[in-house]
């Protein structure tokens, strides 16, 4: 496949892509590298493109991956932010304290909306993005059919969304 080609079959869904992301992450330069990492990953995978039926879809589940993964990445350095400032000596002072104030609140943000989801959405939440679990394995822990914890991890996303967008 050569870049036309590859203009034609995903670069028509840029706005959708990056929508999709702003949504998740909330923030336009985390949405905007998102998209630039989701089109790296498609332009690598583009010699596979004949076996997948809906490009798009594809497409659109790697973005939500990659997102859920910036997500992780600002949960762990929010944890390392607290052990350093737990560790640290009380004269010392951070120069990018705007910058963590940022992430701590977009991460008390996703905390507050997990939070608010219904326990067994939270516990699938949990176990499914950010304990990484297949759905056998929750399946065989919360004694629930994969297909119905499919329903329930969208949901819980869905909700999720909308309670940090209802905060903006």
Not at 109 to 133: G, S, T, Y
Request: glycine share 2%.
């Amino acid at each position: 496949m050569n870049e036309q080609e590859f203009s034609q079959k995903v670069m028509v869904y840029s706005g959708k892509f990056y929508g999709y992301s702003y949504k998740i992450l909330g923030d336009r330069e985390e949405a905007r590298d998102a998209v630039q990492d989701l089109y790296l990953k498609l332009w690598s995978l583009r010699h596979n493109f004949s076996t997948i039926n809906n490009i798009e879809a594809f497409a659109t589940t790697i973005i939500r991956n990659l997102c859920i993964d910036r997500l992780k990445k600002i949960k762990n350095i929010n944890l390392q932010s607290d052990f350093y400032n737990e560790h640290r000596l009380s004269n010392d002072k951070i120069n990018d304290d705007n910058y963590e104030d940022d992430i701590q609140a977009k991460v008390d943000l996703v905390r507050e909306a997990i939070n608010k989801l219904p326990e067994i959405q939270q516990k699938v939440f949990i176990m499914r993005d950010f304990e990484e679990k297949e759905f056998e394995e929750i399946s065989l822990e919360l004694s629930l059919t994969p297909e119905n914890l499919r329903v329930i991890l969208s949901r819980a996303r869905k909700r999720i969304r909308e309670i940090i967008e209802s905060t903006k």
